[in-house]
């Protein structure tokens, strides 16, 4: 089993910028894929941006892609995400995902098999 918390999120302008952390106990992240997700009030959750076990490989949806950097530190069993140029379109509950499949970095949220209780992130206008 691996437990995945979140952190790191909160209130900020628009423009701003936030990092989120997301850490693991149970077993070593290093041999996961990761990724972070996000829902929004009343839509779906969606992929936001991915990265392989190894940190070789990252995917990031075109909706983040040029503000968003996902990386990860499996010595500390932690992955991030730094956000920049924060919109109020990216208010949302952002999650963090396990994939153990390690090398493959997938944006289907049915493809990861562990997830975190998420951390909210507000965008004011």
């Known amino acids: 089993q691996v437990q995945l918390v979140e952190s790191g999120g909160g209130l900020v302008q628009a423009g701003g910028s936030l990092r989120l952390s997301c850490t693991a106990s149970?077993?070593?992240?290093?041999?996961?894929?990761m990724g972070w997700f996000r829902q929004a009030p009343g839509k779906e959750r969606e992929f936001v941006a991915g990265i392989n076990r190894s940190g070789a490989s990252t995917y990031y949806a075109d909706s983040v892609k040029g503000r968003v950097t996902i990386s990860r530190d499996n010595a500390k069993n932690t992955v991030y995400l730094q956000m920049n140029s924060l919109k109020p379109e990216d208010t949302a509950v952002y999650y963090c995902?396990?994939?153990?499949?390690?090398?493959?970095?997938?944006?289907?949220?049915?493809?990861?098999?562990?997830w975190g209780q998420g951390t909210q992130v507000t965008v004011s206008s």
């Open positions: 995902a396990a994939r153990f499949s390690g090398n493959i970095v997938t944006p289907n949220m049915y493809d990861y098999s562990y």
């Open positions: 149970g077993r070593t992240l290093s041999s996961y894929a």
